[in-house]
Every structure is written in C-alpha cells, then in structure tokens.
Nanobody, 127 residues
C-alpha cells in the first residue's frame, strides 16, 4: 500500500483560494498516476482531477479553469491549487494513487492492486 497524507484544507470565503497537498510514503517516480477526488455530504465520491507521470492532466468540467493539479515526484507530493472557490466546492477532498501504480517501498518494486486513498481533508467554502 501507498500511504497518503493530505493537508491544506480549511474554511475560505467564496472567491478565495486554497492549496491542498498530499505526501506519499513511497517513491512514486517510477510509474504512478495520481488524482484528487471529493465527497460532499449526501453525495458519492467524485473525481476532480488526475495527473500522470508525463504531467498530462484531466479535470472535471465544474473545476476547469479554476483548479490546477501538479506533482513533484522527487518530493513524493501531489498538489491541488484551488482558485475562485464556490460554495459547491465544499467537500472532503481525497488524494489517491491509482490502481497499477508501480512504486518503490522497502527496496522492492511493488504494483498497487487497488486505488490507495488518503484520509481526506475538509474544504468548506462559505458564502
């Protein structure tokens, strides 16, 4: 398993910005697609953004032009810069390492059989 720890959540007014960060416990420089998901109360968890090893990114339509995903493989970190936040962005945000991720842990290369999740960080946008 790849352990993931998110940080950076909080309370912000509509129109404001936050940057979320996620630190991985393993070396993810080999081949590891990463993503951010979110879950609002009463809703299912949804994909927000993904980034692959080449830096190719995807975004759900509702955040395009406002959110930016990035990664620093040397520091084993993933970021989500969120600008122009809206009340509907309020949710718990989760970092994920996708199934098939190849990572180095304990000197051994391993293949992630299932998506690994962080514990989540709460983002609350007030009006």
């Amino acid at each position: 398993q790849v352990q993931l720890v998110e940080s950076g959540g909080g309370v912000v007014q509509a129109g404001g910005s936050l940057m979320l960060s996620c630190v991985a416990s393993a070396d993810i420089r080999i081949s590891c697609d990463m993503g951010w998901y979110r879950q609002a109360p009463g809703n299912e968890r949804e994909l927000v953004s993904t980034i692959n090893m080449e830096g190719v990114t995807t975004y759900t339509d509702s955040v395009k032009g406002r959110f930016t995903i990035s990664r620093d493989n040397a520091k084993k970190t993933l970021h989500l810069q969120m600008n122009s936040l809206k009340t509907e962005d309020t949710a718990v945000y989760y970092c994920a390492a996708e199934r098939g991720c190849i990572y180095l842990s304990g000197g051994v290369y391993r293949n992630l059989a299932d998506r690994s999740w962080g514990q989540g960080t709460q983002v609350t946008v007030s009006s």
